[in-house]
């Protein structure tokens, strides 16, 4: 499929399924996710696979990684990451939104970890919100409850250079 094409259904898709504060060419989380499970699980299963550029909030409740990462993150570890070479931390759509209220973003553990790290606990003990802009894969699975049947979400990133802490300089 055409690159641009591929482009244009991705960005109809998610102005499709929510409200969107677009940021360049990053959406807002709100648009895709709420309370950490898909806003519109249709429009997120045909992006499955899809690279996304997303903006949200660091959930500071949820940021995983190894013993490096625990010596950085203090009482802001959260556990071990998903594996040796790679660190997690949540996604919230509002910095409202409950801990936990998240989707799973892995981080490759790269050069560039620590100074993020380092980053989010300036601002948890200044207890401000983190404001990230995120590029990655988007991943759907299914994820049942009590009640019914959800879509989960979660990021996968190439390095932490994916991972922005300020607005991308527009183009």
């Avoid at 996710?33 to 500071?60: C, H, T, Y």
């Avoid at 409740?61 to 010596?71: H, I, L, R, T």
């Avoid at 948890?124 to 879509?151: C, E, I, W």
Wanted: with cysteine.
């Amino acid at each position: 499929m055409n690159k641009y094409l591929s482009f244009a259904m991705i960005a109809a898709t998610l102005f499709l399924a929510g409200c969107s504060k677009q940021i360049g060419d990053y959406v807002a989380a709100s648009s895709i996710s709420k309370n950490g499970f898909a806003r519109d699980a249709a429009a997120m299963r045909k992006l499955d696979g899809q690279e996304i550029k997303v903006w949200g909030f660091v959930d500071p409740g949820n940021v995983y990684g190894d013993a490096d990462a625990k010596e950085i993150l203090g009482d802001l570890w959260s556990g071990d990451g998903p594996d040796a070479t790679t660190w997690r931390f949540n996604l919230k759509a509002e910095a409202s939104d409950k801990v936990g209220n998240s989707f799973s973003v892995l981080v490759p553990n790269d050069p560039g970890r620590d100074e993020l790290l380092k980053a989010f606990v300036a601002d948890a003990h200044a207890q401000k919100p983190t404001r990230v802009f995120v590029k990655g894969k988007l991943h759907t699975f299914d994820a049942p409850t009590n009640t019914g049947a959800l879509t989960g979400l979660t990021m996968a990133v190439g390095s932490s250079s994916d991972v922005l802490l300020e607005p991308p300089a527009a183009k």
